[in-house]
C-alpha cells in the first residue's frame, strides 16, 4: 500500500476533501469527486483522518480543479494529523 491521499475543493462556498488509498496511478478528477469519496468540511474529515492507523503516510495534493483551503483549515487538518501519528506530506 502506498499510504493515502488527501485531495480538498471549494464547491457553492464549502470546503470538501477525499482521502483515497495511495496507487502509483494519478487518479481521475471523477474519482476524487465521487459521492462516496466526498466528505464536507472538517466536520467530516476529521473522523476520518482518526480512524486511519498510526504512522501511515498521507499526502495531499492538488491540481487542475482541485485548491487548498485557508492557511487556518490547512493548519488544523495538519494539526489532526499529528495528533494521529500520520506522517503529513503537502504538496503544493
Excluded at 499510504?3 to 476533501?17: M, N, V
Excluded at 476524487?32 to 503516510?57: F, M, N, T
Excluded at 494521529?84 to 503537502?90: A, D, K, M, T, W
Aim: aromatic residues 10%.
Amino acid at each position: 500500500m502506498k499510504g493515502y491521499e488527501l485531495y480538498s475543493w471549494k464547491e457553492d462556498g464549502q470546503w470538501y476533501f477525499s482521502v483515497l488509498i495511495g496507487t502509483n496511478r494519478e487518479k481521475t478528477l471523477q474519482e476524487i469527486q465521487a459521492p462516496e469519496s466526498r466528505l464536507k468540511g472538517l466536520e467530516e474529515l476529521q473522523p476520518l483522518l482518526e480512524s486511519i492507523p498510526v504512522g501511515q503516510y498521507m499526502t495531499w495534493l492538488s491540481r487542475e480543479s482541485l485548491a487548498f483551503p485557508p492557511e487556518e483549515t490547512l493548519k488544523h487538518v495538519q494539526e489532526i494529523c499529528q495528533k494521529q501519528g500520520l506522517e503529513l506530506r503537502i504538496i503544493k
